[in-house]
Nanobody, 126 residues
């Protein structure tokens, strides 16, 4: 079964940057759409960004211009680069995989993603 692992979370001051990584040891992520989602305490999980199998990307309005998503196919890693971080970005961040072969990715339909990592926490605070 596809097992995803997130890393790179931590503590950062407002305006700072973090780069999150999503990896899978037994699956080629380039054959799946990969989404990044986050969940803050007391809130529902929400989509942040995604990248399709053809590298088409989508972003939530709240992170457009600040976050980027990319693939490193040689190392089987999908990154979420987070810049200009705000306190509202604090959450546990999850990566998820949609291996159905969809040509586009979604940040709104969470049920499209069958496999999920356990999450990495991000705290933005001064």
């Amino acid at each position: 079964q596809l097992q995803l692992v997130e890393s790179g979370g931590g503590f950062v001051q407002p305006g700072g940057s973090l780069r999150l990584s999503c990896t899978a040891s037994s699956f080629a992520l380039e054959f799946a759409a990969i989404g990044w989602f986050r969940q803050a305490p007391g809130k529902e999980r929400e989509g942040v960004s995604c990248i399709s199998i053809h590298d088409k990307t989508n972003f939530a309005d709240s992170v457009k211009g600040r976050f980027t998503i990319s693939r490193d196919r040689a190392n089987n890693v999908v990154y979420l680069q987070m810049d200009s971080l705000k306190s509202d970005d604090s959450a546990i961040y999850y990566c998820a995989a949609d291996q159905t072969g969809s040509l586009e990715c979604t940040v709104t339909l969470l049920d499209e993603y069958r496999y999920w990592g356990q999450g990495t926490p991000v705290t933005v605070s001064s």
